[in-house]
């Protein structure tokens, strides 16, 4: 792993490691994460990204080595420390992908700060409720009962939830669960993140001028798959691939065509690069 | 009614939000004004704030009174009709109202009734106070802010809000109940059920003040301690978070709920003045609520389907997408 940096965000440090900065003619891409991961949990999508692209990934803040805020955050702050990252390692315009709640702040961020995002990757993500369609109720009930078990048990439950069913779930399970073991986060920070996403209302989708790939796995039972098709609709010219099957941790479940389609969309808007 | 100009209106919860708009507007536009508000500082601000905008003639007075408490209620009446030498008051704005209360499962029940208290038995006792005083106007307007949390019951998905929806559906059935009552007993009064959606209001810091949860400056009280465990026990907070970071926390819930509506609270008082003048007795504030309204008149037994409601919502922001929610899901690579 390379260095671990940080940029100012507001009260905040923002915890963000540069990758590959040394290949200068690769374009950059910023890499969000989605709730109860940190840079970490892209897992093994990182490798074949890698060989594209400059990586930006950030810690969420809360998560990782960025600093906690106070228990309550918004999805628009999580887009204004990813332009804090930007600024403080001097990229002008970047690709931006972000997944679930990452996925917001990436929505968030192309629609206020249009000049720092060429190319967007959405994925598994949604304009949020109500210009969405709400969280499965199996999942929202999933929140509330585990609200009060041991977060162990919690974060277990959650990751089994966000995988679809089938032979490779349990070391998918197991893996993850390695990956956020290392460094926990509290409680308080993962319900401000739910939090977040139950709040976030994504009603300017149509502002969006940055071309946009979308991404969202079939049998995602934490992200409704039909966002994938709102988002996809609403964004100007946006386009669209589906994961039969695959559930809501799809660059876990399947990094071979995570990572392909994520490089096919955003190298082909650079022919040559 | 053409014009509040020369008239005596009261409005609750005049401290800040749409009550505090609505005092502006009023006093601008002529009309003396009798404020009141849990918080008397907030609502002596108001009282400035109106009267550097109003014509001269223009009283504006600016009181404390829980609305929740019937004697602090009646003594607000008295002071305020001693205050403006009246024996009458024009137009009545029960606006005051708070949160709280969301989960009758998990929310302590100090907070639900709390709740219920401001936002239902407040309308009530400002309607018992001061609907002799409408009829003494001869030309009196009963004003009752309910919400959309008065014909529809929830926030959405995973954010149920018992307490409010329940006192905020009591406010719309009463004052819809007073059409035919005062048209038969009190012709000279009428009334207006104001439903607000997503204004952009200060109710969430307001709401944690009422119920003692927002900490200001110095040590937490026994009460805010409390609280501070409870927080943390339910996640909200992390383990050991200070004084300040409840606050800063709590702070932060309240701005981002304000900055995020679509629509301002001076939008919203404009949009309820301009339906009292019309003589409307249903006022709808935002297009939120318009559109929930016509939702939940059309498909009564769809109103709590949040995918439907959600393709609604998205025809209402003005979406090109003709995504039909009804839809399968699927669909394998769409160029």
Redesign the interface.
């Known amino acids: 792993m390379s260095r671990t940096r940080y940029a100012r965000s507001g009260a905040l440090r923002i915890a963000y490691e540069l990758r590959g900065a040394m290949h200068r003619r690769r374009p950059w891409l910023v890499m969000i994460q989605g709730m109860g991961l940190d840079r970490q949990g892209w897992g093994p999508v990182l490798r074949r990204l890698r060989r594209h692209f400059r990586l930006v990934l950030v810690d969420n803040r809360g998560f990782g080595q960025s600093d906690?805020?106070?228990?309550?955050?918004?999805v628009?702050d999580m887009a204004g420390d990813v332009v804090a990252v930007l600024d403080a390692a001097g990229i002008r315009r970047a690709h931006v992908l972000g997944a679930s709640l990452g996925g917001m702040a990436a929505q968030e961020l192309a629609i206020r700060h249009p000049e720092r995002v060429d190319g967007l990757v959405l994925a598994c993500t949604t304009p949020g409720?109500?210009?969405?369609?709400?969280?499965p109720?199996a999942s929202?009930r999933l929140?509330?009962a585990t609200?009060g078990l041991p977060a162990e048990t919690a974060r277990r439950r959650h990751t089994e939830n966000a995988l679809a069913a089938g032979p490779d779930r349990p070391a998918l399970v197991r893996r993850l669960m390695e990956v956020q073991g290392s460094r926990p986060p509290?409680?308080?920070?993962?319900?401000?993140q739910a939090v977040a996403g139950?709040?976030y209302?994504g009603?300017f989708?149509?502002r969006i001028r940055a071309r946009t790939l979308v991404l969202h796995g079939?049998a995602d039972a934490v992200v409704?798959?039909?966002n994938g098709?709102?988002l996809?609709?609403?964004i100007p010219g946006a386009?669209?691939?589906?994961f039969?099957g695959r559930g809501h941790l799809l660059f876990w479940e399947d990094p071979d065509g995570f990572a392909a389609a994520v490089a096919s969309f955003l190298l082909g808007l650079r022919p040559g690069s | 009614m053409d014009s509040f100009s020369g008239k005596l209106a009261v409005v609750t919860g005049g401290g800040s939000g749409m009550g505090r708009e609505l005092v502006r507007q009023l006093a601008t536009q002529g009309c003396s004004v009798a404020a009141c508000d849990l918080n008397a500082d907030a609502v002596a601000e108001t009282a400035a704030l109106a009267r550097e905008g109003a014509p001269p003639g223009v009283r504006v007075s600016g009181h404390a009174c829980d609305v929740a408490d019937e004697a602090q209620v009646l003594r607000f009446r008295d002071e305020l009709l001693a205050e403006h030498s009246s024996d009458h008051v024009d137009l009545v704005f029960s606006n005051a109202g708070i949160g709280g209360g969301g989960s009758f499962v998990n929310d302590r029940r100090e907070d639900w009734e709390r709740t219920f208290a401001v936002d239902w038995w407040g309308v009530y006792y400002c309607a018992r106070a001061f609907l002799p005083l409408l009829i003494a106007s001869g030309d009196g307007v009963l004003v009752n802010t309910s919400s959309v949390n008065g014909f529809w019951a929830t926030l959405?998905?995973?954010?149920p809000n018992t307490a409010y929806c329940a006192a905020k559906f009591a406010v719309k059935g009463f004052t819809e109940a007073l059409i035919e009552d005062l048209r038969t007993n009190a012709p000279q009064v009428r009334v207006a059920v104001v439903m607000p959606g997503h204004v952009g209001t200060d109710i969430v810091a307001n709401s944690m003040r009422a119920h003692g949860v927002l900490p200001e400056s110095g040590p937490l009280s026994d009460m805010q301690l409390q609280r501070r465990a409870e927080?943390?026990r339910?996640?909200?907070?992390?383990?050991g978070?200070t004084a300040?970071?409840?606050?800063?926390?709590?702070e932060?819930?309240s701005t981002?709920f304000r900055d995020?509506a679509?629509l301002s609270a001076a939008g919203a008082a404009t949009i309820i003045l301009d339906g009292v003048r019309s003589g409307t007795w249903r006022i709808l504030v935002g297009q939120d609520a318009v559109g929930l309204d016509g939702f939940v008149r059309a498909k009564p037994e769809e109103a709590y389907d949040?995918?439907l409601?959600?393709s609604?919502?998205?025809q209402n922001?003005g979406?090109?997408?003709?995504?039909n929610?009804g839809?399968a899901?699927?669909?394998?690579?769409?160029?």
Do not use: C, H, N
């Open positions: 906690r805020p106070a228990g309550w955050l918004a628009a409720w109500p210009f969405g369609y709400p969280m109720a929202v929140l509330a609200a509290d409680r308080a920070i993962l319900s401000a139950s709040r209302a009603r989708l149509a079939g409704d798959p039909r098709r709102l996809a609709a609403r386009r669209l691939v589906t039969p | 959405g998905p995973g954010m927080l943390i339910r996640g909200a907070l992390a383990e978070a300040d970071e409840m606050r800063q926390m709590l932060k819930m981002d995020s679509p949040y995918a409601l959600a609604m919502a998205a922001a979406d090109a997408s003709r995504e929610p839809a899901a699927g669909g394998r690579l769409i160029p």
